[in-house]
């Protein structure tokens, strides 16, 4: 029986997310964004002064305009938080449980850009006029990706917060700083228990309703794309970010189609489908096959690069 109605899925999967919330909120730490910007770096804007990148004080790094532009993207991701929190509360409501991990889920994702923000602007890592116009431009638009139902909205969410930790933990990994690499994967830890939380929740709700959830997987994971709508020359920021192996489509076969889909979903030997469901299962297994090729190809095409000439 597929629970079609959005209503059911959250009645019948609320003890669920009871036990989710209970276990995120004793697994957490607290932390201060404060602890992770390093302030002695910071000095007073001079009038007239048009940033450079020599004006970058990141601890003797070369700071990549790669780098820069993941820098930037995940930041605005951070800032456009409003957005993504209105599409939350429509998808959980406001009530119990649900309404609860909303709020609490919101404010852990407002400290991370407080923290992100704090260290870019300290360090002069990015240009701050180009910085404020791009999130004035973005906020302004109120874009942010909004799944057309609930169980859309669990699968995109879950696949969503793992992209962000990825990305995070790559971009500190490139940024040559300590300070910087500790800020991000201080903000890691907190992405990795949000993408648990919502990867566990879809585990709940294919259990309660593998037809519809089907479906709902074989769309999101056809149709994924990186957080960033509204941010201004976006796909240039993501060809860029790609470019440097900090997010691609090697890293999203390899490190969230494979381990979440496949492994922890168990997409292939889902049961209890019918009709539609049983239809979306082969297109899915058939583009997750798809995408395993392509990744294939993405390592051997870096792995030549790599080879002196």
Not at 28 to 57: C, I, L, N
Not at 128 to 145: H, I, N, T, Y
Request: glycine share 6%.
């Amino acid at each position: 029986m597929s629970l079609v109605n959005e209503q059911e899925i959250l009645h019948a999967i609320t003890p669920d997310v009871e036990q989710l919330l209970e276990r995120h909120l004793e697994t957490t730490k607290e932390w201060f964004p404060h602890e992770y910007v390093p302030y002695s770096r910071g000095r007073d804007h001079m009038e007239g002064h048009q940033w450079t990148p020599e004006d970058a004080d990141l601890a003797g790094a070369q700071l990549s305009e790669e780098v820069r532009s993941a820098l930037l993207v995940n930041l605005l991701t951070e800032d456009n938080l409003p957005y993504y929190f209105r599409t939350v509360e429509r998808m959980f409501g406001k009530d119990g449980a649900w309404g609860e991990w909303a709020r609490r889920w919101t404010a852990e994702e407002g400290r991370h850009s407080m923290a992100i923000y704090g260290y870019i602007t300290v360090t002069r890592a990015i240009d701050p006029v180009e910085l404020e116009r791009s999130r004035m431009v973005q906020v302004s638009k109120g874009e942010a990706p909004d799944p057309e139902t609930t169980h859309e909205g669990f699968i995109y969410l879950a696949l969503q917060e793992l992209a962000t930790r990825i990305s995070h933990r790559n971009t500190g990994a490139q940024l040559g700083d300590v300070v910087g690499f500790n800020m991000l994967k201080r903000v890691c830890s907190d992405e990795n228990l949000h993408q648990l939380f919502y990867r566990d929740l879809a585990a709940a709700a294919i259990k309660a309703d593998p037809n519809t959830m089907m479906i709902a997987m074989e769309k999101q994971v056809r149709s994924f794309a990186m957080p960033g709508t509204g941010i201004p020359d976006f796909e240039r920021h993501a060809k860029a970010i790609a470019r440097a192996g900090i997010y691609d489509l090697q890293i999203h076969h390899e490190q969230i189609l494979a381990p979440v889909v496949l492994r922890q979903w168990d997409a292939a030997n889902i049961a209890g489908l019918s009709g539609e469901g049983a239809a979306a299962q082969e297109r899915l297994m058939k583009r997750i096959a798809t995408s395993e090729r392509v990744a294939k190809r993405y390592a051997e095409k870096r792995a030549a690069e790599m080879q002196p000439a």
